[in-house]
């Protein structure tokens, strides 16, 4: 189309916009279906867009002068090209219905961005989160335990409440208790968990990636997450503009501080157990 029509048509719009009574604003939804044809047509979506965007609350009234203007434009037939005129009619219309989507895109895709991104992180982080903090709140309560026994035993040896051999006998008792909980705790451990980890490991290692792996397991175990991401990669090839959104192997650093929780509760298990064993000695040395 020709760039003077073109600003003609625009600049017609924005008038129209301008000067639009609420009454005429309010009579487009029963006007705008008359102009299901043509080029217009093919481009019915974006129109419904439009009046959607004008009606909803989270749109300033400065945008919302705007798509009145280019829906006026679309209904009234005083055009810079009258609609009457065949094939080309309709030109001029589409130009600035056109306009007019990609500039409420820009105000309305990074909230759209926003949402997707907020429901991306409620489903995926609790999903995982939950199963994260089961394991890890299952092995601090089992470390707990077990430490407590131990820490139990080793004063009896230490303090002889009852004797040095009856608490000889009785320290062992915890001990021999300890060993049976962690063994039994392991195994429970094992068999609730092993096929997690083994399907962790093969898909960071099938990735040769540690975030790369981690994601893939995620979409493949959650097929909820899955899901999403697909909706998210497609929304991506057909908006741009969402292409800030995060992808599976950005989430990952989400739970890092779980590991690194682990992490510390592993070495703080071998310290503390270091010393207690150190000072059990000690003092049975004395």
Same mark, same amino acid.
């Given at each position: 189309?020709?760039?003077? /029509?073109?600003?003609?048509?625009?600049?017609?719009?924005?008038?129209?916009?301008?000067?639009?009574? #609420?009454?005429?604003?309010?009579?487009?939804? #029963?006007?705008?279906?008359?102009?299901? %044809?043509?080029?217009?047509?093919?481009?019915?979506?974006?129109?419904?867009?439009?009046?959607?965007?004008?009606?909803?609350?989270?749109?300033?009234?400065?945008? %919302?002068?705007?798509?009145?203007?280019?829906?006026?434009?679309?209904?009234?037939? *005083?055009?810079?090209?009258?609609?009457?005129?065949?094939?080309?009619?309709?030109?001029?219309?589409?130009?600035?219905? *056109?306009?007019?989507?990609?500039?409420?895109?820009?105000?309305?895709?990074?909230?759209?961005?926003?949402?997707?991104?907020?429901?991306? @992180?409620?489903?995926?982080?609790?999903?995982?989160? #939950?199963?994260?903090?089961? +394991?890890? &709140?299952?092995?601090?309560?089992?470390?707990?335990?077990?430490?407590?026994?131990?820490?139990?035993?080793? $004063?009896?040896?230490? =303090? %002889?409440? =009852?004797?040095?051999?009856?608490?000889?006998?009785?320290? /062992?008792?915890?001990? &021999?208790? !300890?060993? /049976?909980?962690?063994?039994?705790?392991?195994?429970?451990?094992?068999?609730? @968990?092993?096929?997690?980890?083994?399907?962790?490991?093969?898909?960071?290692?099938?990735?040769?990636? =540690?975030?790369?792996?981690?994601?893939?397991?995620? $979409?493949?175990? @959650?097929?909820? +997450?899955?899901?999403?991401?697909?909706?998210?990669?497609?929304? %991506?090839?057909?908006?741009?503009?969402? &292409?800030?959104?995060?992808?599976?192997? #950005?989430?990952?650093?989400?739970?890092?501080?779980?590991?690194?929780?682990?992490?510390?509760? !592993?070495?703080?298990?071998?310290?503390?157990?270091?010393?207690?064993? !150190?000072?059990?000695?000690?003092? *049975?040395?004395?």
């Amino acid at each position: 189309m020709d760039k003077s /029509i073109k600003k003609k048509a625009l600049e017609k719009a924005d008038s129209l916009g301008n000067c639009a009574t #609420e009454k005429e604003v309010a009579e487009l939804d #029963e006007k705008l279906p008359a102009m299901k %044809k043509g080029v217009i047509a093919k481009v019915w979506d974006k129109v419904l867009y439009l009046w959607e965007k004008i009606k909803s609350p989270d749109i300033p009234a400065s945008l %919302k002068i705007v798509i009145a203007g280019a829906l006026l434009y679309l209904v009234l037939p *005083l055009d810079v090209l009258p609609d009457a005129i065949p094939g080309i009619g309709l030109l001029d219309d589409l130009t600035v219905i *056109l306009t007019v989507v990609r500039e409420v895109s820009k105000y309305a895709l990074p909230k759209l961005e926003k949402k997707l991104e907020k429901k991306f @992180y409620e489903v995926s982080y609790q999903k995982i989160d #939950e199963k994260l903090s089961q +394991i890890f &709140s299952s092995m601090l309560c089992s470390t707990l335990i077990t430490f407590l026994i131990n820490a139990a035993g080793c $004063c009896m040896l230490i =303090f %002889k409440p =009852f004797g040095a051999v009856p608490s000889r006998y009785t320290a /062992i008792g915890f001990f &021999s208790v !300890a060993f /049976i909980y962690s063994a039994v705790r392991i195994i429970i451990y094992f068999k609730k @968990y092993v096929r997690i980890i083994k399907k962790i490991l093969a898909s960071i290692y099938r990735k040769k990636n =540690f975030a790369q792996g981690i994601a893939d397991f995620v $979409c493949t175990e @959650y097929k909820t +997450i899955e899901y999403i991401f697909t909706g998210i990669r497609i929304a %991506k090839n057909i908006i741009p503009e969402l &292409s800030d959104i995060p992808d599976a192997p #950005e989430i990952v650093n989400v739970f890092k501080d779980h590991y690194k929780r682990r992490l510390i509760l !592993a070495v703080l298990v071998i310290v503390v157990y270091s010393v207690l064993i !150190a000072l059990t000695k000690f003092l *049975l040395l004395l």
